[in-house]
């Protein structure tokens, strides 16, 4: 096996184990929380490392039978999925518990987990050689950076709900 070809395998088992790793701490995350937006943000964060670990697992196979890269056509939402969730269980909240440490300890090791992520699919997409193989780090890191963005967002609303009303809806409290 060429000595690329070495390199790309053994990248994309890093990532392999990257997104395994992600999904099981977020699974872990999400049944000790607290907070049903915090379970439903964290299960769907679990989801999407999962998405990935199969597009991943795809290209290793192709690659390891020697079929090469697919031609793999990998969208990042956006993190509109996120988004959705946050905006949903916002509306329906009627109080917010007080943030629990826990949760804000899980929230602040989700977000590192997407910056280590979001930092080697970023380093690899610069060493990429195939176009297609590019197009998916890169493709993975604006996602990967959503997720901390998602996450960030979630850490400020656990931290200060009010704080984060404003700071979101642009008004202050007393309705200016």
Known sequence: MPDGQEKTLKALETALQMEIDGKEFYLKASAAS???LGKDLLEKL???????????QGIYDS????????????RSDG???LR?????????MKKQEPGLKEELDAVKT?????????????ARSKKATLDAEKQLYEALAMQEGEHHRVLLDYYEFLKNPA????????TSVDGG
Not at 46 to 56: G, I, L, N, P, S
Not at 163 to 170: C, R, T
């Open 84 to 92: 959705t969730i946050f905006a949903k269980a916002l509306e329906n």
């Open 110 to 122: 989700g977000m590192d987990l997407e910056n280590k992520t979001l930092d080697f699919y970023n």
């Open 63 to 74: 690659i390891k039978s020697k079929r090469g890269w697919p031609d793999i056509k990998y």
């Open 46 to 56: 679990a989801a999407e490392e999962d998405v990935h670990r199969t597009v991943f």
């Open 79 to 81: 993190g509109q999925g």
């Open 34 to 36: 607290k907070n049903k």
């Open 163 to 170: 704080g984060w009303y404003v700071q979101k809806e642009h």
